[in-house]
């Protein structure tokens, strides 16, 4: 059974476009930047997190993908960057991310700085429809994803999309190793 056959059974998928209720209005704004489909469903906002969803709908950690805000500087600017990676797998912040970035040291972007930049819910947070200034940093794995799960902006809903259709985010930059398997 497919990620999208076996949300069908327990939630109600519907286009994202169609429903602007269910998405952070940042998300809302952004979804015509998206090539593919994107479609939304409700959920308990008590299972936004990835654990509790994949759990309530029985699915592995790979059908899910993470949006991680990192943060570092350099010469007094301040990088920042959003990497999607499996939920079976860590962003490689130390090594893979501060590199990319090209700082000293990166670190994730405080929780209420997160929410207030980003327009969006903790355990909602998602890629689509962050500040132009971030980059999204997506792992190779995630992108060659044919379903995934990943944040809506809001704990009351997740958005349903392919790998290749999150990496036709304007900017998006799909990166080999950017995340480490969580044994």
Not at 50 to 78: H, I, K, Q, W, Y
Not at 145 to 161: C, F, M, P, V
């Amino acid at each position: 059974m497919t990620t999208k056959e076996r949300i069908s059974t327990q939630f109600t998928l519907q286009p994202a476009a169609g429903a602007p209720e269910l998405l952070a209005e940042a998300t809302a704004n952004a979804l015509s930047t998206v090539t593919g489909d994107v479609e939304v469903f409700a959920i308990d906002p008590e299972i936004a997190d990835t654990a509790a969803l994949l759990d309530a709908a029985d699915l592995p950690p790979a059908t899910s993908a993470n949006c991680v805000l990192v943060a570092g500087s350099r010469s007094g600017e301040e990088r920042i960057a959003a990497c999607m990676v499996l939920a079976n797998a860590r962003a490689d912040v130390n090594k893979r991310v501060k590199k990319l970035l090209d700082v000293r040291k990166a670190s994730f972007l405080p929780l209420e700085r997160a929410v207030t930049e980003s327009g969006m819910e903790y355990g909602g947070i998602g890629p689509i429809g962050l500040p132009e200034n971030y980059r999204v940093l997506i792992d190779s794995r995630v992108a060659e994803a044919t379903e995934l799960i990943i944040g809506s902006g809001i704990r009351g809903s997740k958005l349903l999309l392919s790998g290749s259709a999150l990496a036709s985010l304007p900017g998006a930059e799909v990166v080999e190793g950017l995340a480490n398997d969580i044994d």
